[in-house]
């Protein structure tokens, strides 16, 4: 099927939008996009039944800006998403697909994250705009009139929004949209309280189900880590120790970030090469023969630039950043395991990507299995079973071809043929640490901190302490507040203080110190105007949640 005749371009999406598309590796629509894209194209409200994994963010996007018009600075598309995480992904989609699209700009629109930056944006005329249902509430508060333009609707995952409590805040984003618009839904589920949307809100909406295919990836061992987004070199370089590959590629996001893990990567010694989109084609294919010939070990890629990359010798993939997508992720690990040899797949999560985990989970049918940081002593034993097959072949000869040597070192060095040969290690090995005290000294990132503490404070450990720990004693003039969100709810300090500082008008230094416990968090606030404080905060939300703070008693 030609591209002229088939594929995407058969379902009337728009031509810059199509070059956008085919450069980030789309081929062929998956069902829910073959189906749903021109519906939608067509003007009619849609409700689509499909899993996350099935290619339903590009199903509404890729439609919504072949119908966007850039030359009109104001709100066209708004699509509702019940969480920062998933808003984040389908705005950073939008970005993707509309790079041609000179003029159309996408903004992000959600809680924990100060409010001006997502205002300027919005009176700026930012045409896409992907929100979360509470800190859409907040703007609407402030400008009733913000949601006039839009012409668009879409609500990703529906049945989610409704579980985390969004069906007030829903009511109050319809009651503000203009009653003309398109409205498309997207649900796993559709139980009773979607289908009285669909009927409240939807004029004679076409209907889709697609059945999520089970995608299958024999022969590759899966597993993760749950490690913090500043830690992923570091274990990366951890890892790399006690990993037994041939060739490894590691994906990562960004064109910047295949530059920086390369040079990190080689300034340990190890033979790495960034492959990114800016590369030009002879040098991509050189950096490809570089890999397939063992000149190169280690390639860091973007997913555009791994498109195609078939090298049997590749025995890990190292999902550095998480992909996308679940198909992304298939796609990824296929690059080892290939002509039917064994593969290892690793993939490094940050506290937040659990839910994306899942899906994948899900989406493969397969379980992908935590494990552990190596600790100081795997990275000892790891270390000192290459040296020790690097040297086994030697023995039979080395005495024989290198024994008058030996003799005469230890003659004009004056020392024994055991120091001699410790030397003669150091050199060998570069000076690299072969004992416990110096690993540890030179790799201090340490295996159980980070999100790994966190699960086991969670689920027992040192819980209660951090729950029952007494707070600090408070400055003049100054109370203490609590609300019932805590780490638990994936709440940083840094989430609550722009909170409180976009809401309630306040100077950086009015806040005193912030506590995150596991269950609940504590904010020192001025006693002075508390109460009309506490009533400007009442409505705030943080991360999709009620911030709903009290004066805290310390009885």
Same mark, same amino acid.
């Given at each position: 099927?030609? =591209?002229?005749?088939?594929?995407?371009?058969?379902?009337?999406?728009?031509?810059?939008?199509?070059?956008?598309?085919? @450069?980030?590796?789309?081929?062929?629509?998956?069902?829910?996009?073959?189906?749903?894209?021109?519906?939608?194209?067509?003007? #009619?409200?849609?409700?689509?039944?499909?899993?996350?994994?099935?290619?339903?963010?590009?199903?509404?996007?890729?439609?919504?800006?072949?119908?966007?018009?850039?030359?009109?600075?104001?709100? =066209?598309?708004?699509?509702? @998403?019940?969480?920062?995480?998933?808003?984040?992904?389908?705005?950073?989609?939008? +970005?993707?697909?509309?790079?041609?699209?000179?003029?159309?700009?996408?903004?992000?629109?959600?809680?924990?994250?100060?409010?001006?930056?997502?205002?300027?944006?919005?009176?700026?005329?930012?045409?896409?705009?992907? @929100?979360?249902?509470?800190?859409?509430?907040? #703007?609407?508060?402030?400008?009733?009139?913000?949601?006039?333009?839009?012409?668009?609707?879409?609500?990703?995952?529906?049945?989610?929004? /409704?579980?985390?409590?969004?069906?007030?805040?829903? *009511?109050?984003?319809?009651?503000?949209?203009?009653?003309?618009?398109?409205?498309?839904?997207?649900?796993?589920?559709?139980?009773?309280?979607?289908?009285?949307?669909?009927?409240? #809100?939807?004029? +004679?909406?076409? #209907?889709?189900?697609?059945?999520?295919?089970?995608?299958?990836? @024999?022969?590759?061992? =899966?597993?993760? /880590?749950?490690?913090?987004?500043?830690?992923?070199?570091?274990?990366?370089?951890?890892? /790399?120790?006690?990993?037994?590959? *041939?060739?490894?590629?590691?994906?990562?996001?960004?064109?910047?970030?295949?530059? *920086?893990?390369?040079?990190? /990567?080689?300034?340990?010694?190890?033979?790495?090469?960034?492959?990114?989109?800016?590369?030009?084609?002879? =040098?991509?294919?050189r950096v490809i023969e570089f890999l397939k010939d063992g000149r190169l070990d280690i390639v860091v890629a973007t997913d555009v630039a791994a498109r195609g990359i078939d090298v049997p010798r590749i025995t890990h993939v190292f999902n550095v950043d998480m992909p996308y997508d679940p198909e992304s992720y298939v796609h990824r690990i296929g690059r080892t395991g290939r002509a039917g040899r064994e593969g290892r797949a690793l993939l490094l999560a940050t506290p937040r990507e659990r839910r994306m985990l899942q899906v994948i989970e899900r989406v493969t049918g397969q379980k992908v299995t935590e494990v552990k940081l190596p600790d100081s002593k795997q990275v000892l034993d790891s270390r000192i079973r290459r040296l020790t097959k690097a040297l086994q072949p030697l023995l039979a000869t080395a005495e024989a071809s290198h024994g008058e040597l030996l003799d005469r070192l230890t003659t004009e060095l004056g020392c024994e043929p055991r120091a001699l040969a410790a030397a003669l290690l150091v050199k060998a090995t570069n000076g690299q640490a072969l004992n416990l005290a110096e690993i540890e000294r030179e790799q201090p990132l340490v295996p159980n901190s980070g999100p790994q503490r966190e699960r086991r404070d969670r689920e027992g450990g040192d819980h209660e302490r951090r729950e029952r720990r007494a707070p600090q004693p408070l400055a003049e003039g100054r109370v203490r507040c609590r609300t019932a969100l805590g780490a638990r709810d994936g709440i940083a300090a840094k989430n609550l203080l722009g909170a409180i500082l976009n809401e309630g008008g306040l100077a950086r230094d009015a806040i005193g110190r912030i506590q995150i416990r596991e269950t609940f968090s504590l904010v020192e606030l001025p006693e002075e105007g508390l109460d009309r404080l506490l009533g400007k905060l009442k409505d705030t939300r943080v991360a999709g949640k009620s911030l709903k703070l009290r004066r805290y008693r310390e009885d």
């Open positions: 099927m030609t =591209q002229e005749t088939g594929g995407f371009a058969a379902l009337g999406i728009h031509p810059n939008v199509l070059t956008a598309i085919t @450069a980030v590796g789309y081929e062929e629509p998956s069902p829910i996009q073959a189906q749903a894209i021109p519906q939608i194209l067509a003007g #009619h409200d849609l409700i689509g039944q499909a899993q996350t994994g099935t290619g339903k963010t590009a199903a509404f996007a890729l439609p919504i800006l072949s119908l966007i018009d850039p030359a009109k600075r104001e709100p =066209q598309a708004l699509i509702l @998403a019940p969480t920062r995480e998933l808003a984040l992904q389908v705005a950073t989609a939008f +970005e993707s697909y509309s790079v041609n699209l000179p003029g159309v700009k996408v903004v992000a629109v959600y809680g924990g994250a100060p409010m001006g930056p997502q205002l300027k944006a919005l009176r700026q005329g930012a045409q896409i705009v992907v @929100a979360t249902p509470g800190r859409l509430c907040d #703007h609407l508060r402030r400008d009733e009139k913000l949601l006039n333009t839009v012409r668009h609707l879409v609500l990703d995952e529906a049945d989610e929004m /409704l579980k985390l409590g969004f069906m007030d805040d829903l *009511d109050v984003i319809f009651e503000a949209l203009p009653e003309s618009r398109q409205s498309v839904l997207f649900s796993a589920t559709l139980p009773a309280s979607i289908r009285g949307i669909a009927e409240k #809100h939807l004029r +004679e909406p076409k #209907h889709i189900k697609i059945a999520a295919k089970t995608q299958t990836v @024999a022969k590759i061992e =899966q597993a993760y /880590l749950m490690v913090h987004a500043d830690q992923k070199a570091a274990a990366v370089l951890r890892l /790399l120790e006690v990993e037994d590959f *041939d060739a490894l590629i590691a994906f990562v996001r960004t064109k910047q970030a295949t530059l *920086d893990l390369a040079a990190a /990567l080689e300034a340990k010694g190890y033979k790495a090469a960034a492959l990114n989109g800016d590369i030009a084609q002879n =040098q991509r294919e």
